[in-house]
């Protein structure tokens, strides 16, 4: 039977995803209602610059006091598209003390202090759903939540940033330079301004550290997510990794240990070889790989930002906070109940790929050779090739390992650098998905 009174809504943020969630809501509003059992109806819309002008919104529902909107007592459903930590969290928390639930796009505060929503949420008896903060429209979040609960998740390794898929790609097909493609993506709206969070890793490592804390059921905050960035990711390793029959993306990975006792959450650019099926991952789009125990190998792909991507990701947790609402019930809160430890970086296991300048004389490999095997590090392939006669009497030395601690191979790398016949190492790179 169809409930007449609606469902009300709030919206925190009105920018570029809240916008088009208002507009959705509002187009597709007879849809909205079948598909929930009962209409929702926009109540409130908190913004910063209610001057601006918004279309498919009522004026009279724009306000600039988003605490007064969550206080209210009659909303059903927060949507939180604000971004940041401040005042979104404190506002999430007033929501759930207020009988909202909340659907939230919020991926830094969600990787901070995912663990506090989470227990203000049961606490409230209320739900807290965010798909859109991973990976825009692409449905991962539930399945990992939910489809594959039953099932053991060992690894999720993915390109959950659009903007550094489009600039890497960029690299590798047009063999354009770092800074030539970024400027080509932030022409194209793909990069901010300011693209630090994306090209130096920080906007996937929030995106890792929540899908670590739902694929192995235990917390893993930021802090615990090894990152590094892709600024300075070259031509010349662009070209080492086209003879390897790789190509380079910038991947989030979280694995669980090989004895289940721990896991590991990190983000950098890795080489992989072009049969795997992130390979093929091209422009800004992104794709996460699972490998699980009984599903085995599953892949997830689709656009992974933008306004009407991630607007889809939100109205589809609102339908789902919705009817959840009208069943008197909540969804499938927090997973986190093994509380696995998280492991160093040191201790990943991997393959790597490294370039050095060195000295064009005899008896450089030898010594090379020799500062592997001290630290317990096994070669697969060396190359060697000398410079033009204008870069003088010096040779580049590409090294390829096989799987060795990543303590191992910084030990490695640091001898290596003491040596006076290496003149510097150009390049590290990890080998993975082989």
Same mark, same amino acid.
């Given at each position: 039977?169809?409930?007449?009174?609606?469902?009300?809504?709030?919206?925190?943020?009105?920018?570029?995803?809240?916008?088009?969630?208002?507009?959705?809501?509002?187009?597709?509003?007879?849809?909205? +209602?079948?598909?929930?059992?009962?209409?929702?109806?926009?109540?409130?819309?908190?913004?910063?610059?209610?001057?601006?002008?918004?279309?498919?919104?009522?004026?009279?529902?724009?306000?600039?006091?988003?605490?007064?909107? /969550?206080?209210?007592?009659?909303?059903?459903?927060?949507?939180?598209?604000?971004?940041?930590?401040?005042? $979104?969290?404190?506002? @999430?928390?007033?929501?759930?003390?207020?009988?909202?639930?909340?659907?939230?796009?919020?991926?830094?505060?969600?990787?901070?202090?995912?663990?506090? #929503?989470?227990?203000?949420?049961?606490?409230? %008896?209320?739900?807290?759903?965010?798909?859109?903060?991973?990976?825009?429209?692409?449905?991962?979040?539930?399945?990992?939540?939910?489809?594959?609960?039953?099932?053991?998740?060992?690894?999720?390794?993915?390109?959950?940033?659009?903007?550094?898929?489009?600039?890497?790609?960029?690299?590798?097909? +047009?063999?354009? %330079?770092?800074?030539?493609?970024?400027?080509?993506?932030?022409?194209?709206?793909?990069?901010?301004?300011?693209?630090?969070?994306?090209?130096?890793?920080?906007?996937?490592?929030?995106?890792?550290?929540?899908?670590?804390? @739902?694929?192995?059921?235990?917390?893993?905050?930021?802090?615990?997510?090894?990152?590094?960035?892709?600024?300075?990711?070259?031509?010349?390793?662009?070209?080492?990794?086209?003879?390897?029959?790789?190509?380079?993306?910038?991947?989030?990975?979280?694995?669980?240990?090989?004895? %289940?006792?721990?896991?590991?959450?990190?983000?950098?650019?890795?080489?992989?070889? #072009?049969?795997?099926?992130?390979?093929?991952?091209?422009?800004?789009?992104?794709?996460?790989?699972?490998?699980?125990?009984?599903?085995?190998?599953?892949?997830?792909?689709?656009?992974?930002?933008?306004?009407?991507?991630?607007?889809?990701?939100?109205?589809?947790?609102?339908?789902?906070?919705?009817?959840?609402?009208?069943?008197? $019930?909540?969804?499938?809160?927090?997973?986190?109940?093994?509380?696995?430890? /998280?492991?160093?970086?040191?201790?990943?296991?991997?393959?790597?790929?490294?370039?050095?300048?060195?000295?064009?004389?005899?008896?450089?490999?030898?010594?090379?050779?020799?500062?592997?095997?001290?630290?317990?590090?096994?070669?697969?392939?060396?190359?060697?090739?000398?410079?033009?006669?204008?870069?003088?009497?010096?040779?580049?030395?590409?090294?390829?390992?096989?799987?060795?601690?990543? $303590?191992?191979?910084?030990?490695? /790398?640091?001898?290596?650098?003491?040596?006076?016949?290496?003149?510097?190492?150009?390049?590290?790179?990890?080998?993975?998905?082989?």
């Amino acid at each position: 039977m169809m409930r007449t009174r609606p469902l009300k809504v709030a919206l925190l943020g009105c920018g570029v995803v809240g916008s088009e969630v208002a507009r959705i809501m509002t187009t597709h509003a007879d849809d909205l +209602t079948a598909r929930i059992g009962a209409p929702v109806e926009l109540a409130g819309v908190a913004v910063r610059r209610p001057s601006k002008v918004r279309e498919n919104i009522d004026p009279a529902l724009i306000t600039t006091d988003a605490t007064a909107l /969550v206080k209210r007592g009659d909303i059903d459903v927060v949507i939180e598209v604000i971004g940041g930590i401040e005042p $979104a969290k404190t506002l @999430i928390t007033t929501a759930f003390e207020h009988g909202a639930s909340v659907v939230s796009a919020n991926k830094a505060l969600l990787a901070q202090d995912g663990a506090a #929503l989470h227990a203000a949420a049961d606490q409230a %008896g209320l739900d807290l759903y965010y798909e859109a903060a991973v990976a825009g429209a692409i449905p991962l979040i539930r399945p990992l939540r939910e489809s594959l609960a039953g099932d053991k998740i060992n690894r999720v390794m993915g390109i959950v940033n659009g903007t550094t898929n489009f600039i890497l790609d960029k690299m590798d097909t +047009t063999g354009a %330079g770092y800074q030539e493609a970024l400027d080509e993506a932030t022409a194209l709206g793909y990069a901010e301004a300011d693209p630090t969070a994306d090209v130096e890793g920080y906007d996937a490592a929030a995106k890792a550290a929540i899908l670590a804390g @739902i694929a192995f059921h235990t917390r893993v905050r930021l802090d615990d997510v090894h990152r590094e960035g892709m600024t300075e990711v070259s031509a010349a390793d662009f070209a080492s990794a086209k003879r390897m029959g790789c190509t380079i993306k910038l991947l989030a990975i979280c694995e669980r240990a090989a004895d %289940g006792g721990s896991v590991t959450a990190r983000v950098h650019p890795a080489m992989i070889p #072009l049969s795997h099926p992130l390979a093929s991952v091209r422009e800004a789009y992104n794709a996460v790989f699972v490998e699980a125990e009984a599903a085995g190998r599953l892949m997830f792909y689709g656009p992974g930002a933008g306004g009407s991507p991630t607007a889809s990701a939100v109205l589809g947790d609102l339908v789902a906070v919705c009817r959840n609402k009208l069943a008197e $019930a909540t969804g499938p809160g927090e997973s986190a109940y093994t509380q696995l430890p /998280v492991s160093p970086m040191g201790e990943v296991v991997t393959r790597y790929h490294i370039s050095l300048d060195v000295a064009d004389k005899p008896g450089v490999l030898a010594q090379v050779a020799t500062r592997f095997a001290e630290h317990g590090v096994s070669i697969d392939t060396v190359r060697q090739q000398g410079h033009s006669e204008s870069a003088g009497d010096g040779a580049s030395l590409v090294v390829v390992t096989h799987r060795a601690p990543d $303590a191992a191979l910084s030990g490695t /790398v640091e001898a290596l650098r003491k040596l006076d016949t290496v003149r510097g190492v150009a390049s590290i790179m990890r080998v993975e998905g082989e």
